[in-house]
T-cell receptor
């Protein structure tokens, strides 16, 4: 079961690029890395998912080194509305759901004006 | 629009009562999940279901029960045996049973014991 470790909180300023790193030393071969964003009193929202190297979509980039023991979520030019909790998840892609995907406490990102 | 609908948004329960939280999805997802979130904490898995008429306990199933009679629906009952039920409850679904295509979450139900 791959456990993840993220910083508890981060502060940044509007317009800056924010990088949140997640450690997952015990990641398994079949595991994907997925990031979610959660605003207060709402359900988490899928941001990005990757297996290795780099993935980019319209909201973020995900950098995964060759050993896959960590990953970095990159948010370009953040705004106040990016203030939220960000979760890094590592989970099995197979049909065996016994290896449950765990949400940790996430990283509380606070964007300042 | 496809998505997950949780109801009600707010729910108040008297001690000793059972309450049922509704979760409906029209995404044709096979797997559905219930999570509990306490203030400042992450999500903890209560129950999950990979297929109709089958479900599995998560990490904190005691005091909760579920059913999966239809693919679209996965109601959660918080029983009187759950000693500290006040929390934010989130329902989710995924295409695959491993969540490899990502989870879609509902907007949550906030349960308060009065």
């Amino acid at each position: 079961l791959a456990k993840t470790t993220q910083p508890i909180s981060m502060d940044s300023y509007e317009g800056q690029e924010v990088n949140i790193t997640c450690s997952h030393n015990n990641i398994a071969t079949n595991d994907y890395i997925t990031w979610y964003q959660q605003f207060p009193s709402q359900g988490p929202r899928f941001i990005i998912q990757g297996y290795k190297t780099k993935v980019t979509n319209e909201v973020a980039s995900l950098f995964i080194p060759a050993d896959r023991k960590s990953s970095t979520l990159s948010l370009p030019r953040v705004s106040l509305s990016d203030t939220a909790v960000y979760y890094c998840l590592v989970g099995d892609t197979g049909s065996n759901r016994d290896d449950k995907i765990i949400f940790g406490k996430g990283t509380r990102l606070h964007i300042l004006p | 629009d496809g998505g997950i609908t949780q109801s009600p948004k707010y729910l108040f329960r008297k001690e000793g009562q059972n309450v049922t939280l509704s979760c409906e999805q029209n995404l044709n997802h096979d797997a559905m999940y219930w999570y509990r979130q306490d203030p400042g904490q992450g999500l903890r898995l209560i129950y999950y279901s990979q297929i109709v008429n089958d479900f599995q306990k998560g990490d904190i199933a005691e005091g909760y029960s579920v059913s999966r009679e239809k693919k679209e629906s996965f109601p959660l009952t918080v029983t009187s045996a759950q000693k500290n039920p006040t929390a934010f409850y989130l329902c989710a679904s995924s295409i695959g049973t491993g969540g490899e295509d990502g989870y879609t979450f509902g907007s949550g139900t906030r349960l308060t014991v009065v």
